[in-house]
């Protein structure tokens, strides 16, 4: 029976049509994703000099941080240390992102610093990757610069990504018999760290090795690029509130006891020692509330101290948004600079 042009209008599509609208969508759709692809890599790859401030460039930040390694778990630059979960590995090793290139020179110990310095320094620096020099020319650094110029011996002894805990465990293995000021740097993420050592009896829990192999195989496949990696990472953090912050509060009061408890309960005696503490974070806009906050537990609760000689340097009026890496930032060589030339003017009374 012949099919009236009513039904025609009604009747479903015929396979092969079907089959050519699909594929055409499905074409449109893979040019869709290639033009978002396309332009989601070129503003990652944009240099950060381009990139306006707020959401834009928070967003950057965001997504460079999606495929940085930590140094730590660089096979090249990283090992397994049972102590201390990880070092820098003996010898030489490259490290470098969009903003920079640097070569680090590790010591038998695992510290970015000559063999030298590890005999009777007088000055010892314990802090993670922005103490370290992460991104700056070894000689940069601004443990270098006030090596450089008083010769005092100074040891870097920092190392990126550990906690307050894990650098005064470090300082166990270290010659401590010369040492008159130990300058701790403290970011805002040491707070994790100093929690668990608290919570755990002043001890700190280490990952096996197992577990560190398994953290640097995700770390390098999350690293690792893969076609639509930055359209997900686009999409996934436009949906968030990339200028959020953790609220000030009880976390945040807490920091200083937690540090002063670690220092205090450390494996090695620092009395005798001017311990000077510093803060630096992750971006000129990170949180910069510790150094007050610990000035009022010293000077409210001077027995929290231990007997220690505990000092303070408040860099908020030394540092500008001028010495941190725009993209990645962590402090670049003018920033050391700065950090440098503020305990230098202060060094006379601290180290005697």
Not at 15 to 23: F, H, Q, S, V
Not at 63 to 83: F, K, L, N, R
Not at 173 to 182: I, K, M, Q, S, Y
Request: hydrophobic share 40%; charged share 20%.
């Amino acid at each position: 029976m012949p099919v009236d042009s009513a039904d025609r209008e009604h009747a479903p599509l015929s396979r092969p049509r079907t089959l050519k609208l699909l594929a055409f969508n499905a074409t449109l759709l893979a040019i869709l994703l290639c033009v978002i692809e396309g332009a989601a890599t070129l503003f990652v790859s944009m240099p950060s000099r381009f990139l306006p401030s707020g959401r834009p460039l928070d967003l950057a930040r965001s997504m460079y941080w999606g495929s940085v390694t930590e140094i730590g778990y660089d096979p090249a630059c990283g090992q397994y240390d049972e102590h201390l979960a990880y070092t820098l590995r003996p010898g030489a090793c490259t490290f470098s992102s969009r903003e920079f290139f640097t070569r680090l020179e590790i010591n038998s110990l695992g510290l970015r610093d000559d063999e030298r310095s590890l005999h009777g320094p007088r000055i010892i620096v314990l802090g993670d990757s922005h103490a370290m020099g992460w991104g700056v020319d070894q000689d940069r650094t601004f443990a270098q610069i006030i090596e450089a110029r008083t010769g005092v011996p100074v040891l870097n002894a920092a190392i990126a990504s550990y906690g307050t805990a894990r650098e005064i465990l470090n300082l166990r293995r270290l010659e401590t018999d010369h040492l008159g000021l130990l300058v701790i740097q403290y970011c805002d993420n040491d707070f994790e760290e100093n929690e668990a050592f608290s919570k755990d009896g002043n001890t700190l829990p280490i990952m096996s090795r197992s577990e560190y192999l398994a953290v640097a195989e995700r770390q390098r496949r999350a690293s690792a690029y893969f076609f639509g990696k930055n359209t997900l990472r686009l999409v996934q953090h436009t949906m968030r509130d990339l200028s959020w912050h953790p609220a000030a509060g009880a976390r945040t009061r807490a920091a200083p006891e937690l540090f002063l408890n670690v220092i205090t309960h450390g494996p090695v005696d620092l009395h005798g020692v001017v311990v000077l503490v510093l803060e630096t974070n992750t971006g000129y806009e990170g949180n910069d509330e510790f150094i007050p906050l610990l000035d009022e537990v010293l000077a409210s609760e001077p027995a929290r101290a231990g007997g220690l000689t505990i000092t303070t340097l408040d860099l908020r009026p030394v540092l500008t948004p001028d010495d941190y890496f725009r993209l990645d930032g962590h402090l670049n060589a003018r920033g050391h600079r700065a950090i440098a030339d503020a305990i230098l003017q202060r060094l006379p009374t601290l180290l005697r």
